[in-house]
């Protein structure tokens, strides 16, 4: 008796250790069999030279010649720490709303599950179609979140129809619902086409291919392989940050919007190589009934497919050395933080190029960079360190023994269009000081 008992026990303990197995097991496959979060890195520019941070927590410092750009936070816990609040409980069909003083004129939309699926625009002066005169969005006890009439518009990067059921598992973005003023963007190229948007033909390098429609005071930007990635916004209204002035838009060198205007581009997609097909994987996007207002439609998934891997920041640098062995110009323009620190006064061409190439060929620890703006297109960036004593050819009085950190910015075909050398590379310097070089160059 005693012996069944104690077999009892043991029955009884395993069972109970495979029910845990199992529970572990479920846990961990339903953890990760989860669609993955759609949209990766979602960010609002202007124009001019800008820096793509690819932090959230790296805000670009609005310069008010060059212009600024700054990622937006795509998870509750980086938007809190970046200073958002939330301003409301879990609206159905919309979402989690969340505010910073400083950019009142955007408001962000989140699920329940933390995830950025949304971005509603406030403005004080009247606006377009689809914008629309309202008190916006209310909380559960009836106040609104803004507070004053206005005009207002949904771009939302994720349908909001399920925003507050916990695991809600998407499969197409750009959802636009019919009762909330929304952009609705076509699916793709061919859609776009369809509904009035001519194909532009030329492609700008860093922004895409602009969609413009007369009808709409937007423009909408495509990539290579035919994908939405952003959305311009202009009017003629003075507008708040991070809206900006400018006087016009250019695409191949033709005058997209060919006035001075308030502008603001809202990316949801890497825009680096947009002009590049075969580059990105496409996005499922859904389509909408009708081309503002309409009925957010879920996309039927499309397969999965790899995506080529991203090849090593190192990799870089015999491309870069290879086009330096062809230059025959060059236009060097330096500037310092603080001003007025060293640097060679006189340098020819081929001397330039070799000196870079000894400097970029020394670097170690080299990582990808932030992309950086220049003359409206995207530039590649890598970083690395270098020793003081390899900076002598190009800063006057170099000291020994200093490690540097440069960051070399090029352009699709490894040109180099800018430079920066941070820390102590002369007397007098810290580690703080800054050598930034743009660079003009011939062939």
């Known amino acids: 008796m005693t012996r069944l008992f104690f077999n009892k026990k043991i029955m009884a303990g395993f069972v109970g250790i495979l029910i845990i197995i199992v529970l572990i097991i479920v846990v961990v496959f339903l953890l990760t069999n989860r669609e993955s979060h759609l949209i990766t890195n979602v960010f609002v520019t202007t124009g001019g030279e800008i820096k793509s941070t690819g932090d959230w927590a790296s805000i670009g410092a609005l310069d008010t010649e060059k212009g600024f750009q700054y990622d937006l936070p795509i998870s509750v816990d980086l938007a809190i720490q970046d200073g958002w609040s939330k301003s409301s409980s879990c609206i159905p069909s919309e979402g989690i709303y969340y505010t910073k003083t400083q950019d009142h004129a955007l408001i962000l939309i989140f699920d329940v599950d933390d995830n950025l699926i949304g971005v509603y625009q ?12 309202t008190n916006g969005p209310s909380k559960a006890d009836g106040l609104y979140i803004v507070g004053n009439e206005h005009y207002g518009v949904y771009l939302f990067l994720l349908d909001p129809s399920n ?19 929304s952009y609705s963007i076509p699916a793709n190229v061919d859609e776009a086409i369809a509904q009035g948007w001519p194909d532009p033909i030329f492609c700008s390098q860093g922004r895409g291919k602009y969609y413009s429609n007369p009808a709409f005071q937007h423009i909408i930007m495509y990539n290579g392989d035919g994908n939405p990635i952003g959305i311009y916004q202009y009017t003629e209204q003075s507008m708040p940050a991070p809206w900006w002035k400018t006087t016009r838009i250019l695409s191949g060198g033709i005058e997209i919007v ?23 994987k496409s996005t499922k996007t859904g389509s909408s009934q009708s081309l503002y207002l309409g009925q957010g439609v879920r996309a ?57 190439t000894t400097v970029v ?10 992309n950086t703006w220049i003359d409206n ?23 020994k023994g200093k490690s540097v950190e440069v960051t070399v910015w090029v352009t699709e ?6 430079v920066k050398l941070v820390g102590i590379i002369a007397d007098g310097d810290s580690e703080q000081s800054t050598r930034t070089i743009d660079v003009n160059i011939g062939y």
């Open 122 to 133: 406030n403005s004080d002066v009247e606006m377009p179609t689809p914008w629309i005169k």
């Open 413 to 418: 075909d490894n040109t180099v269009r800018k």
């Open 361 to 370: 060929n020394s670097l170690e620890s080299v990582a990808y960079s932030s």
């Open 258 to 280: 060919a006035k001075e205007h308030y502008g603001l581009f809202i990316f949801f997609a890497d825009a680096t190589r947009a002009c590049s097909a075969g580059q990105q």
């Open 300 to 356: 039927t998934p499309t397969p999965y497919v790899e995506p080529t891997p991203t090849p090593q920041p190192s990799t870089m640098i015999p491309a870069i050395v290879e086009r330096l062995s062809a230059v025959k110009t060059v236009e060097l323009k330096v500037t310092s933080n603080p001003a007025g620190l060293s640097f060679v006064a006189e340098i020819g061409a081929s001397e330039f190029a070799s000196y870079l």
């Open 377 to 399: 297109v995207a530039h590649k960036g890598i970083k690395g360190s270098t020793k003081s004593d390899d900076l002598s050819s190009l800063v006057s009085g170099a000291v």
């Open 163 to 181: 925003a507050c059921n916990s695991g809600t598992s998407y499969d197409s973005i750009l959802a636009s619902p019919s009762n909330l003023p």
